[in-house]
């Protein structure tokens, strides 16, 4: 299982990134996808989650302004981020649900395994 996070960035308060994460060595489509931030000394929450159905759960920091969205074909998970604040800002990881094929609407970390490595989002003027 490999999970490759990329799109991060610098971008200002109010401004929009999207997020990808490509996965390979397993069928994503098998599994909820989530994505969840961290920053130094804190600990990993959960943004948002996308299960097998297509359905969707949010954090309530980021309901409105987040959207979690899945590729099937292509492997590949997304979050379209707008309204950007300086409480973003973080290092962003993707993760698959701990079992295939179960439908996972929670952003508990301790749902989920298989981090990738990371991207960086920043917000700052």
């Known amino acids: 299982v490999q999970l490759v996070e990329s799109g991060g960035g610098l971008v200002q308060p109010g401004g929009s990134l999207k997020l990808s994460c490509a996965a390979s060595?397993?069928?994503?489509?098998?599994?909820?996808m989530g994505w969840f931030r961290q920053t130094p000394g804190k600990e990993r929450e959960g943004v948002a989650v996308?299960?097998?159905?297509?359905?969707?759960t949010y954090a309530d920091s980021v309901k409105g302004r987040f959207t979690v969205s899945r590729d099937n074909a292509k492997n590949t998970l997304y979050l379209q981020m707008t309204d950007l604040k300086p409480d973003d800002t973080a290092m962003y990881y993707c993760?698959?649900?701990?079992?295939?094929?179960?439908?996972?609407?929670?952003?508990?970390?301790?749902?989920?395994?298989?981090w990738g490595q990371g991207t960086q989002v920043t917000v700052s003027s």
């Open positions: 993760s698959t649900g701990l079992q295939p094929r179960t439908n996972y609407r929670t952003v508990l970390p301790q749902h989920f395994a298989n």
């Open positions: 060595g397993f069928t994503s489509s098998n599994y909820s």
């Open positions: 996308i299960d097998l159905a297509g359905v969707t």
